[in-house]
C-alpha cells in the first residue's frame, strides 16, 4: 500500500512528529524535575521516617549514608534518574520491597480497567456526539448538551456509588468489590470489573462525546459541505461519507485526549472499588508518604498523559494537510 | 441597576436560569446553613444509625446517629468557601502572570510559559496528591495546594488572550503615547479580557469542588472534626450497602453545585457553546 502519496506524506509529516516527540521528551524531564523538588520540600527524610523518632543521630545517618540520602541534591536527582530509566526506582519503605516490584504487580490491572474502559466509551461517545452534531441546534442536540455538561461536572464518587447502589444493592447483579482471583475465567474477571469500567466510562464519555460534537461541526461549517448539500445529497449520507473521513484527524485527536480523564478518575474509582491497581497504590503512597513509591507511580502517570497527548498531536498532524506542508 | 439584573437573566437559557438558581442557592446556604440546621451537626441526635428520611431528621442519620441535614448544611461552609478562595487565588495568579508576560520582554515571557507548561502536563489529580502528601492538609495549605494545581490553565487562557489583546490598536497607541507597562497592562489590557476570565473563574471553581471533595473522599483533604461534603460521603461509605441516605446525600449536594455552576456558565450570553471539561 506504500504509493508514492504515502510516501510524500511521510516525508513531510515525519520531520514534525519527530520534533513533537523531542518536545514530549524535554517536558518529562521537566516534569521529573517538578516532582523530585516537590519531594524535596517533605521535613525530614526516608531514614528518619524508617527508624521513628527513637532512633540514635548515628542511626539514621547510617542509613542515610546506606541510600546515598547524605547527598547533595542534583546528585540524588541524576540517580533517581537514572534508576527511573533503568528500571529501579528506588525502594519502597512501607512495602519493604522494591518499588519495581510493587508496581509490577498493579500496573497490569490498571492498563486492563483503562482498555477496557476505552473500548466500552468510545463507541458510545462517538455515537452521541454524531447524532447530536447531525441534530445541531434541534431539541436532541440541546437535550444531549445539558445532559453532557452535567455529567461533566459529576463527582465520580457520586458515580460509583450509584452504580453500587443501583447493581450490587437493589439488583444483586454485580459484585461491589473488584477483587480477581488469580485463576478467574475471563467472564468471572469481567463481571467484577463490570461495575469500575461502567463508572470510568460514564466519567470520560461526557468529555469525548462534546469534542466529538465539536470536532464534527468544525467540518460542517466548511464549503464542501455545503456544496455537497446543494448538490441534493442527504444530509446522513453527506456526514457518512464526506464529513467523517476529514473529521477522522480531529475526532482521533479529541478521543485520546478525553482518554486522560482515565488517570484522573481511576484515582476514585479504584479506591471506592478496592482494585488493585496503580492510581489506588498511589494513594495507599500519598496516605503512608512513601516518597520512592509515590514519586515512582506520578511520573507513570505523568508519563501516560505526555504519550496520550503524543498520540493526540501525531493525529492531528498526520490527517491535517495545512499542518503538514507548513 | 435592577434593570441591567432583569435583561441578564432574560438573556439566560432554562438551563441557565435552573444553573443560577442553583449557584444563588449554595452561595445562601455557605453563608446561612450552619444558622438552618435543625441540630448540633456534632450531636448525636438519632436513635438510629443509617436511618431513612423521617420527619424528625429530613436527610436521614449518619453513621454515628448524627443529623445529616445539618451536617450537610455546615459541610457547605467548606465546600464552597474553600473553593471560592482557591479559584479566587488561582485566577488572579494566572491573570496576573499573563499580564506580566504580555508587557515584559521575550525572555520573561518564554521563561513563564516554559514553567507553566510543566505544571500544566502533571494531571491536575496527580500533582495534588503529590503536593498533599508533602504538605499535609490543613486548611490553608488545601487552599495552596488547589491554587497551585488549578493556576497554570487560568494562566494559559488568560496569557493567550493577553497576547492578541497587546497587539490591539489601542494598546500600540498607548504604547506610542509612552505609557508605561503597569498603565498598560492595568488600564488597556486587563478590562477587556475581564468576561471571558470571570466564565474561567466559574470553570476553576467547579474544578477545585471537584478536587477538593475528591482529596476529603480519599481522606486526604479537609479532616475532622471539620468535614466537608466530599468528607461526609467518605466517612458514611460503611453505610453503602443499606442504601443509607447519609451517603448519596451529600454526594448529589456537591452535584448540584458543580452542575448547576456549568450549566450557567454554559449559557452565558455572548458565549457560543464551549467545551467546558475538568481538564
Redesign the interface.
Known amino acids: 500500500m506504500a504509493g508514492p502519496a504515502t510516501r510524500g506524506l511521510l516525508a513531510t509529516a515525519l520531520p514534525l512528529i519527530g520534533k513533537r516527540i523531542a518536545s514530549g521528551a524535554l ?2 524531564l ?2 521529573s ?3 523530585f523538588f ?2 524535596q ?2 521535613p525530614g527524610d526516608a531514614a528518619q521516617e524508617m527508624l521513628g523518632q527513637a532512633a540514635t543521630a548515628d542511626a539514621v545517618a547510617a542509613l542515610r549514608e546506606k541510600f546515598g540520602l547524605d547527598r547533595p541534591a542534583p546528585e540524588r536527582y541524576v540517580r533517581w534518574l537514572v534508576g527511573m530509566l533503568t528500571g529501579d526506582p528506588g525502594y519502597s519503605l512501607v512495602a519493604n520491597m522494591a518499588v519495581a516490584d510493587v508496581i509490577a504487580a498493579r500496573l497490569p490491572n490498571s492498563l486492563l480497567l483503562a482498555a477496557l474502559s476505552a473500548l466500552v466509551s468510545v463507541p458510545v461517545a462517538l455515537t452521541i456526539g454524531i447524532l447530536s452534531a447531525m441534530h445541531r441546534d434541534t431539541r436532541l442536540d440541546r437535550g444531549l ?2 445532559a453532557t ?2 455529567m ?7 458515580v460509583a ?2 452504580a ?2 443501583i447493581f450490587s ?2 439488583l444483586r447483579w454485580l459484585p ?1 468489590i473488584a477483587l480477581i482471583p488469580a485463576d478467574a475465567s475471563p467472564w468471572l474477571v469481567l463481571r467484577s470489573l463490570a461495575m469500575p469500567i461502567l463508572s470510568l466510562s460514564v466519567i470520560v464519555i461526557a ?1 469525548m462525546a ?2 466529538t460534537r ?1 470536532a464534527i461541526i468544525q467540518q460542517l461549517n466548511q464549503p464542501y459541505v455545503e456544496m455537497a448539500l446543494l448538490k441534493g445529497i442527504k444530509p446522513a449520507r453527506v456526514v457518512l461519507t464526506h464529513v467523517l473521513p476529514n473529521a477522522i484527524g480531529p475526532i482521533v485527536n479529541a478521543m485520546v485526549l478525553s482518554l ?2 482515565l ?2 478518575g481511576a ?2 474509582v479504584e ?2 472499588f478496592n482494585y488493585p491497581g496503580l492510581a489506588s497504590l ?2 495507599n ?3 503512608s ?1 512513601d ?1 520512592p513509591l ?2 515512582a507511580c ?1 511520573m507513570i ?2 508519563t501516560a ?2 504519550l496520550l ?1 503524543l498520540v493526540a498531536d501525531t493525529a492531528a498532524i498526520l490527517a491535517n494537510p495545512r499542518l503538514r506542508n507548513r | 441597576m435592577k434593570n441591567a439584573i432583569r435583561s441578564w437573566v432574560k438573556a439566560l437559557s432554562g ?1 441557565g436560569r435552573v444553573g443560577l438558581s442553583l449557584v444563588m442557592l449554595w452561595l445562601f446556604l455557605a453563608v446561612f446553613g450552619p444558622f438552618l440546621a435543625p441540630y448540633d451537626p456534632g450531636a448525636f441526635v438519632a436513635h438510629d444509625v443509617f436511618a431513612g428520611f423521617t420527619a424528625a431528621h429530613p436527610l436521614g442519620s449518619d453513621y454515628l446517629g448524627r443529623d445529616v441535614l445539618s451536617r450537610l448544611l455546615s459541610g457547605a461552609r467548606y465546600s464552597v468557601g474553600l473553593a471560592l478562595a482557591a479559584a479566587l487565588v488561582a485566577s488572579t495568579t494566572g491573570t496576573a502572570l499573563a499580564l506580566v508576560t504580555a508587557v515584559s520582554p521575550r525572555w520573561v515571557d518564554e521563561g513563564i510559559s ?1 514553567f507553566v ?3 500544566i ?6 500533582l495534588s ?7 499535609g492538609s490543613s486548611l490553608p495549605l488545601l487552599l495552596l495546594v488547589a491554587s497551585i494545581t488549578y493556576f497554570p490553565g487560568a494562566f494559559r487562557i488568560a496569557r493567550s488572550l493577553a497576547v492578541n489583546l497587546a497587539q490591539m490598536d489601542y494598546v500600540q497607541v498607548a504604547r506610542c503615547r509612552g505609557e508605561g507597562a503597569v498603565h498598560i497592562a492595568l488600564r488597556e489590557i486587563l478590562p477587556n479580557m475581564i468576561h471571558p476570565m470571570l466564565a474561567d473563574f466559574g470553570l476553576r471553581f ?1 474544578f477545585i469542588v ?1 478536587l477538593l ?2 482529596l476529603s ?4 483533604g479537609v479532616q475532622p472534626p471539620d468535614a466537608d461534603l ?1 468528607s461526609l ?1 467518605r466517612e458514611n ?1 460503611s453505610g ?4 443509607a441516605p447519609a ?2 446525600m451529600p ?2 449536594a ?2 448540584t453545585l ?2 448547576g ?3 450557567l456558565i ?1 449559557s452565558l450570553p455572548g458565549r457560543g ?1 464551549r ?4 481538564e
Open positions: 517536558t518529562l521537566l516534569v524535575l517538578v516532582v516537590i519531594a520540600l517533605l448538551n445539558v455538561l452535567s461533566v461536572a459529576l463527582p465520580e464518587f457520586l456509588t450509584v453500587v447502589l444493592v437493589q461491589s468529555q462534546r469534542m465539536a486522560s480523564y488517570l484522573g484515582i476514585i479506591t471506592i498511589m494513594v503512597a500519598v496516605t508518604r516518597m509515590l514519586q506520578a502517570f505523568c498523559y505526555l497527548a | 438551563s516554559r507548561d510543566t505544571l502536563s502533571i494531571p491536575s489529580k496527580i496528591l503529590v503536593l498533599v502528601a508533602v504538605v467547579v471537584l471533595s475528591g473522599f480519599l481522606g486526604l466530599g460521603v461509605i453503602l450497602g443499606e442504601a451517603i448519596l454526594a448529589i456537591i452535584a458543580t452542575v455552576v456549568n450549566l454554559d457553546r467545551i467546558a471539561g475538568k
